[in-house]
C-alpha cells in the first residue's frame, strides 16, 4: 500500500492582511518565476506572496468592499478577485496593471475559476441563481447557467434565495462545470451546450468548496458543505461513492492534492485535516489556525508539494507535503 501524505508546518504569517482572510490560491509557475500564492481579506486587499518564505510581494488595492474570491489562469500571468462591491478584477499578476473590470448586476460574485484551457472565467452569481461565463479574449459575458427552479414551485415563490450560488468546480477536461447552492444541492451543467444536466443531492447546507479530482476523465467530485461532511460524488451517475466526516464544524473548504491521493480541507472548528481518499478517514489535524480556517489550497503542478491555509484569525499557514 502506498504511503499516506503527512503535512509540516512550514512557516505561518500573522497579520498577513488587516482583517480576516477569506480566499487563497495558488497562481503557476511561469518561465520566469515559481509559483505563488495570493490571497484575499476583508481588508478590501489581494496580495501576492512568494514560497516558500512567504515574503509579500505586492499588495493590490482597487476594491471597495471585502475579497470574497482568487482565481489564477492556468498561464500563471493574469488573475482575477471578486469582491463584495459585486466587481471582478482581472489584473497582470507581475505588473498588478487592470486587464479587464467585470461587472454582471444584479448579481453578487462569490467563488470563480478559469477553465482548464483558459479560455472562460466562470463566476458563481449569488443570488441570480446562476454562473457567470466571461470569455478571457474579449471579457466579454458569453453565457448566464441558470439552475432550474424546482419541480412544482410557482414563480413567485422565495426559492431564489435557497439556490443562491456559492461555489464553482470545472471539470479536468472542462467539459462539466458544478455549483454549489446556499440549500445544499450542487448542480451540474454540459458546459458546450449550456444546459442543465442534473442536480446531486446529499448536503442540506449551504456547500462553500467543490473540486474535482484532478484524472483528465474524472467524473469524481468533492464537496464541503456546512453540515460538517464532505461528498464524493460521480457527476455523470448522480451517486454518492463516498462521504467522509469528522470536522466539528462547518466545513469552509475542500482541494485535492495534484495527484489525486489526498484531499485537504478547512473548517470552522479552526482546524485542517488531512484525508486519506482510500481510507475515507482524516489522518491529520493541523491546528495552526485561532479561528475559522477560510481555504485550503494545494500547490498546482508536479508532486503538489505545499499546502496553504487562511483564516479569520488575519494569518496564513504553509505546511509541506511529503
Known amino acids: 500500500m502506498a504511503k499516506s501524505m503527512k503535512l509540516a508546518g512550514l512557516k505561518s504569517v500573522e497579520n498577513a492582511h488587516d482583517e480576516s482572510v477569506w480566499t487563497a490560491t495558488w497562481v503557476p509557475a511561469t518561465g520566469s518565476r515559481p509559483p505563488l500564492l495570493l490571497t484575499g481579506s476583508l481588508d478590501e486587499t489581494v496580495k501576492v506572496w512568494r514560497p516558500d518564505e512567504l515574503d509579500l510581494l505586492r499588495t493590490n488595492t482597487g476594491h471597495c468592499l ?13 488573475a482575477a478577485s471578486a469582491a463584495l462591491d459585486s466587481f471582478v478584477r482581472v489584473f497582470d499578476v507581475d505588473t498588478n496593471a487592470t486587464i479587464a473590470t467585470l461587472e454582471s448586476p444584479p448579481s453578487e460574485v462569490w467563488q470563480m475559476q478559469f477553465d482548464p484551457k483558459g479560455t472562460t472565467l466562470a463566476v458563481a452569481g449569488g443570488g441570480s441563481a446562476s454562473i457567470k461565463l466571461w470569455d478571457t479574449a474579449t471579457w466579454r459575458l458569453v453565457a448566464t447557467l441558470s439552475i432550474p427552479r424546482p419541480e412544482g414551485s410557482k414563480p413567485s415563490e422565495k426559492s431564489g434565495s435557497k439556490k443562491f450560488v456559492l461555489s464553482v468546480a470545472w ?33 442540506y ?9 484532478p484524472e483528465h476523465d474524472s467524473r469524481k467530485l468533492y464537496s464541503a458543505s456546512d453540515d460538517g461532511h464532505v461528498h464524493i460524488h460521480d457527476v455523470e451517475g448522480k451517486a454518492i461513492i463516498g462521504a467522509m466526516s469528522g470536522h466539528t464544524g462547518w466545513v469552509l473548504s475542500v482541494d485535492v492534492s495534484p495527484d489525486g491521493e489526498a484531499i485537504a480541507t478547512g473548517s470552522s472548528d479552526k482546524t485542517v485535516r488531512l484525508w486519506d481518499f482510500k481510507m475515507r478517514a482524516a489522518i491529520q489535524v493541523m491546528s495552526n489556525h485561532t479561528d475559522q480556517v477560510w481555504a485550503v489550497a494545494f500547490r498546482p503542478g508536479g508532486r503538489g508539494d505545499r499546502l496553504a491555509s487562511v483564516s479569520d484569525d488575519k494569518s496564513i499557514s504553509l505546511y509541506h507535503c511529503s
Do not use: N
Open 66 to 78: 471585502g475579497v470574497v474570491s482568487v482565481a489564477a489562469h492556468p498561464s500563471g500571468v493574469i
Open 171 to 203: 471539470s479536468p477536461d472542462g467539459r462539466r462545470l458544478a455549483c454549489g447552492s446556499m440549500d445544499g444541492t450542487i448542480s451540474v451543467f454540459d458546459v458546450a451546450r449550456a444546459k442543465f444536466l442534473r442536480h446531486l443531492e446529499g448536503h
Open 205 to 213: 447546507m449551504p456547500v462553500r468548496s467543490l473540486v474535482f479530482s
